[in-house]
């Protein structure tokens, strides 16, 4: 399997399914013996970005530093495969200027199947108010425009989902064989 570097950075309210459609796309491409880095919000923010808050400022910080990252791994011919809320449209802008080989991975689900898939609990916490700026709920979510692929996770199954963007990657000659 051949591959040309690039950013797939899959964005959505908590609980779209982002990070269940990530892993089984990085597991595909496991197996097509590619060479691929996966950056999942919640291990960042545990790693990369400790210390940063939930505030807009704090929140774009975050997304430009997984940028950083995903530039530098894109550039040296790695799929990167990011999986983080991203809530705010112009940073998600920023950061595909500054990548290049971006494909914005749009996980589409209503707020409510969101909420109704919600094994933390943090949508049930934010609406007791126990969570402040969460994202959907006191903290907008600005979908994006023109994604390259939307996956709408309350009517598509997850090979469904899968299958689209792999089939992406194909036609856009990021994956050949």
């Known amino acids: 399997m051949n591959q040309r570097g690039v950013t797939l950075w899959f964005t959505g309210l908590s609980g779209a399914g982002k990070t269940t459609i990530s892993s089984a796309v990085a597991a595909e491409l496991r197996s097509r013996q590619c060479k691929l880095e996966v950056l999942d919000g919640d291990i960042v923010r545990q790693n990369l970005t400790k210390g940063l808050g939930?505030?807009?400022?704090?929140?774009?910080?975050?997304?430009?530093?997984?940028?950083?990252?995903?530039?530098?791994?894109?550039?040296?011919?790695?799929?990167?495969?990011?999986?983080?809320?991203?809530?705010?449209?112009?940073?998600?802008?920023?950061?595909?200027?500054?990548?290049?080989?971006?494909?914005?991975?749009?996980?589409?689900?209503?707020l409510e199947v969101c909420e109704a898939r919600d094994v933390k609990g943090l949508y049930k916490k934010a609406r007791a108010g126990e969570i402040k700026q969460f994202t959907g709920i006191d903290d907008p979510y600005e979908p994006p425009l023109t994604p390259e692929i939307e996956c709408r996770t309350d009517r598509e199954t997850l090979e469904d989902s899968k299958a689209k963007v792999l089939k992406y990657l194909e036609t856009s000659g990021y994956l050949t064989v």
């Open 54 to 110: 939930f505030s807009k400022e704090d929140r774009d910080e975050n997304i430009r530093r997984i940028g950083f990252v995903s530039h530098l791994l894109t550039r040296n011919g790695v799929i990167v495969i990011v999986s983080a809320i991203s809530p705010y449209r112009e940073i998600r802008e920023e950061v595909r200027g500054r990548i290049g080989d971006f494909v914005e991975v749009y996980v589409n689900a209503p």
